[in-house]
């Protein structure tokens, strides 16, 4: 970031009981180097970060990042370029401690869609814009025990690394200003525009295990349009990961000695993107403008090994000499946006915007290496009662799709008071979101080729076959939905200075939804500077973020085995007759309100600091409840679910109440001596969420049933309460070498196993790269230099036997170890 480059930090291999007192070390370390450059070299240094200009937190002029009312983070060109990540997930991750990007591995559609969040709260509580507009979320819904469990936020990695110029994070509640989900922030990410050459990046890179092979390439160009600064700005990339698999020997399932059965690890991938950016000038004060993309990215996931003895394998069906079977879920994600809109100067210094954006987010499931093992044991009534002895091995097993059309119309400007002078935005939005399932071939969810539970199949055990494919059972009929919903929204924002050093601020907005109702929010931020070297800053708001039509109307069944009876597993949308006879509610909008405070340092014109402390309260957070069950010997939940035919239910619902607290610290130092330039900088990150009320709505169900004391730990420790980011720069004449410390703090989970604590580490990466004239240049890098992985899973009960040897779930830093690659880029 330009409060982020990279950096030298402390040996990351040491044990990890000590990592506070490491943080603290690297911490004054870092600002003992940066006072000490600042006395030397502060007159002869360039600016820092104060030099390039942002738009994300206010409508009136671009500030700099350090001028802002709210804290700003800002990642360059050249920290993308410098950094180890192809994918744009983990590049914030490495480069914004606030950001979060869990590794994920057999969590079915997870496995491609990784979760993204901000500041620890869920990854549908922060906005993503792309050139300042709304960018859609993702069709997948996660429903595994994963961080965000039970949201549907957005596709990050949908967006290619060579179409972006630079990237703004807001780390303030901003719903007030930007509407739904901004509760923990906004990430702004900002399109290239340039037309005076073409540039080409190659990059080949692996692990120290020889396997997880990565290739990207990319191209990105620009022409001139019209006269008066008209362009068009192209860009193209493909990647293809390798898997990669660190799955330990399964001692519990395997016929024999034991060995490995799971695949544990990224899975091979495969991304194509086109995007654009474009204005077309009208004249002198006016233009019309449009921007977008298409992406197509194909993965693999797996689930767990079948083995040869259990209900769920086929003896005859498998390969001779195999003692069982891996389904393997394959996923092709297809996403989409489109952004037209056309922008004119007005007198007195007014502007206005109208546009509109549409996007498509498609994820398509489809099974191999599977069977349906009611299929082949069903009775054959025209065969004399026989067994079929035939399944399908592979099937599609459905689709989610998502899309959404926003209309926006705003108008900004100066307004005289008398002698004051006042900066006013308002505008109007109209959004509507379309939600759609599309059911599976009849092969991935029936219960034999009848689909009538009153036929009693059963497997090679005597016990009930088990319905639908195994792996990733299909979204059936009952299930398919094709559903939406609309809103509208009236903003004003207001900006004013009543003496040069102090700006004021204030924002309302009114939205109001077609399923729920509406919503008012607001927010009011200062920003005091008593002098040049140092300024105070601090924000209080309201938000709120709507329940998403993916929470609304997504539903499933899924059939599991339960003590060798088949059971049905049903999430239940809102509005069905399981939620209804729970007495749960329709879902209502999360509401939250925020502060922040913080100050700014500028000792020296090459040297900053800041710091800000906040607070986010959210009432009737929305979450995936935990799996409710009848009873043994019979009661009240029983008394629902047995009548309805349903074996287990869950669902979404309003249920808790979170506080998340937090401290953000960041310093950055830029030295020029002669030839050479060297960047230092530090960002610490620290915050804390904790569930504050379980409640319910139910009369037969308690809070504590419907969201137990795993799904807490897994808001309240899933994610890292401590994230540092140290780095050096250090470019001398062709040479530049970048070296930066990831301290990622521990992590819990407790939804599978017993709880468990994965130890916190620290990760560097380095690179160096040569530049052969001012466009070309060759780059090598080490990410994860001292291949530090997570701590060994000593109390994972079956799952440590089965394979399962590092962190599941709650993993911010992955299992691969150490990665190495060559990068190549050239522009004419």
């Not at 050459?197 to 990059?203: A, K, N, R, Y």
Request: charged letters at 20%; one cysteine or more; a neutral charge.
């Amino acid at each position: 970031m330009k409060t982020v480059p990279n950096s030298i930090a402390p040996s990351q291999h040491r044990s990890s009981a000590l990592p506070f007192r490491r943080t603290l070390l690297a911490s004054a370390m870092l600002l003992a180097a940066t006072h000490a450059w600042a006395q030397t070299a502060a007159d002869s240094a360039a600016p820092a970060s104060e030099a390039t200009v942002v738009v994300l937190g206010s409508r009136s002029a671009a500030k700099t990042a350090l001028d802002t009312s709210a804290p700003v983070g800002l990642i360059s060109l050249k920290d993308m370029q410098t950094a180890g990540p192809l994918e744009l997930g983990k590049l914030l991750q490495t480069l914004d401690p606030s950001f979060n990007f869990s590794t994920t591995f057999i969590s079915d559609g997870s496995d491609i869609i990784r979760p993204a969040t901000l500041r620890s709260l869920g990854p549908d509580q922060v906005l993503v814009l792309v050139n300042g507009k709304r960018r859609h979320q993702q069709a997948l819904v996660n429903v595994q025990q994963t961080i965000g469990r039970g949201s549907a936020g957005t596709d990050i990695n949908a967006i290619p690394l060579a179409a972006i110029h630079h990237i703004e994070v807001l780390r303030d509640g901003a719903a007030a200003q930007y509407g739904s989900d901004a509760i923990a922030g906004v990430i702004n990410i900002v399109l290239k525009s340039q037309t005076k050459e073409t540039t080409l990046s190659g990059t080949i890179g692996t692990t120290s295990e020889g396997d997880g092979d990565n290739y990207a390439g990319s191209a990105n160009t620009g022409f001139a349009l019209g006269q008066d600064g008209g362009f068009i700005n192209l860009t193209v990339e493909a990647r293809k990961r390798g898997e990669t698999n660190r799955a330990g020997p399964d001692s519990l399932r395997v016929t024999g000695a034991p060995r490995v059965t799971q695949h544990i690890g990224d899975s091979n991938a495969k991304d194509a993107y086109l995007w654009w950016n474009a204005a077309l000038p009208i004249d002198k004060a006016s233009e019309f403008y449009a921007f977008g993309g298409i992406s197509r990215r194909k993965g693999d996931a797996y689930g767990f090994y079948r083995s040869q003895g259990e209900n769920r394998t086929v003896p005859d069906a498998l390969p001779a000499g195999s003692d069982g079977y891996l389904p393997e879920i394959h996923t092709t994600v297809k996403d989409a946006s489109f952004a037209f809109g056309y922008r004119r100067d007005l007198p007195n210094d007014w502007k206005a915007d109208i546009s509109i954006n549409h996007g498509a987010s498609e994820l398509d499931f489809h099974e191999s290496n599977s069977i349906n093992v009611s299929y082949w044991y069903e009775p054959n009534p025209a065969d004399g009662g026989k067994i079929y002895g035939t399944s399908p091995r592979e099937a599609d097993t459905g689709k989610l799709k998502f899309n959404q059309t926003t209309i926006n119309a705003d108008i900004k400007g100066p307004v005289k008071l008398g002698d004051a002078s006042v900066f006013l935005a308002t505008g109007f939005e109209y959004r509507a979101d379309n939600y759609e399932i599309v059911a599976g071939d009849p092969v991935s969810y029936q219960y034999g080729r009848t689909n009538n539970p009153a036929i009693v199949i059963n497997g090679q055990q005597g016990k009930t076959a088990g319905a639908g494919i195994q792996g990733f059972p299909g979204y059936t009929p009952g299930t398919a939905v094709d559903s939406g919903r609309h809103n509208i929204a009236l903003y004003l924002d207001a900006e004013h200075r009543p003496i040069e050093s102090l700006l004021l601020a204030g924002a309302v907005r009114y939205e109001k939804y077609s399923d729920f109702g509406s919503t008012v929010t607001g927010k009011l931020s200062a920003r005091f500077d008593p002098s040049k070297q140092i300024g105070f800053r601090g924000s209080l708001s309201s938000g709120f973020r709507a329940p998403s039509v993916q929470q609304e109307f997504y539903s499933s069944v899924s059939t599991n085995l339960n003590n060798g009876v088949l059971t049905e597993t049903l999430t239940a949308r809102q509005g069905s007759a399981v939620t209804q006879a729970f007495g749960i509610k329709p879902l209502k909008e999360e509401t939250s309100t925020s502060g922040s405070l913080g100050f700014v340092l500028r000792p020296a014109k090459n040297m900053s600091l800041t710091a800000d402390v906040y607070q986010i309260n959210i009432k009737d957070r929305i979450v995936f409840s935990s799996e409710v069950a009848p009873e043994k010997n019979g009661g009240p939940i029983a008394n629902i679910l047995k009548p309805l035919g349903v074996g287990q239910a869950q669902f979404f619902t309003n249920a808790v109440d979170t506080r998340t607290r937090g401290l953000d610290i960041v310093a950055e130092h830029t030295s020029r001596l002669d030839s050479s330039t060297l960047v230092l900088s530090g960002q610490l990150g620290f915050n804390k969420t904790e569930v504050t009320k379980r409640h319910s709505t139910s009369s037969v169900l308690t809070g504590e049933q419907l969201f137990d004391a795993s799904q807490v730990t897994l808001i309240e420790r899933g994610q890292p309460r401590k994230h540092h980011v140290v780095a050096a720069d250090y470019s001398n004449g062709p040479w530049n070498l970048n070296a930066r410390a990831n301290y990622y703090g521990e992590v819990q989970a407790a939804n599978f196993t017993p709880l468990h604590t994965w130890d916190a580490k620290w990760l560097v990466d380095t690179s160096v790269r040569y530049a052969f004239s001012k466009r070309t240049f060759l780059s090598f890098g080490v990410n994860n230099l001292f291949d530090t992985l997570p701590s060994e899973w000593s109390n994972g009960g079956d799952y440590a036997k089965i394979g399962f040897t590092r962190c599941w779930e709650t993993c911010p830093i992955g299992v691969n170890g150490r990665s190495m690659y060559v990068r190549m880029d050239t522009a004419f």
